[in-house]
């Protein structure tokens, strides 16, 4: 599998390739965690929260994208 991820997109075949979108969607569910532990951490300041807020959504949606690209392939 490591070996998909470190060649070029256009030598992948279609298969490495949907490995590799699955590794980058649980790289980012890992993402999320951090970000959760960051979340619990209650740093009392509103627009870091706000800002953490944003992250987390972006990242979800972003971890969605690569999900539907993936059973698309």
């Not at 991820?5 to 969607?25: G, K, N």
């Not at 951090?34 to 619990?40: F, G, P, T």
Request: proline letters at 1%; glycine letters at 2%; a positive charge.
């Amino acid at each position: 599998m490591r070996a998909a991820v470190v060649q070029l997109p256009a030598t992948r075949t279609a298969s490495e390739s949907r490995q590799v979108l699955r590794i980058a969607a649980r790289q980012l569910e890992r993402a999320d965690l951090y970000l959760a532990a960051v979340e619990a951490l209650d740093l009392g300041d509103r627009q870091a929260a706000r800002a953490l807020n944003q992250v987390r959504s972006d990242l979800d949606g972003l971890r969605r994208y690569l999900i539907e690209l993936r059973a698309s392939t």
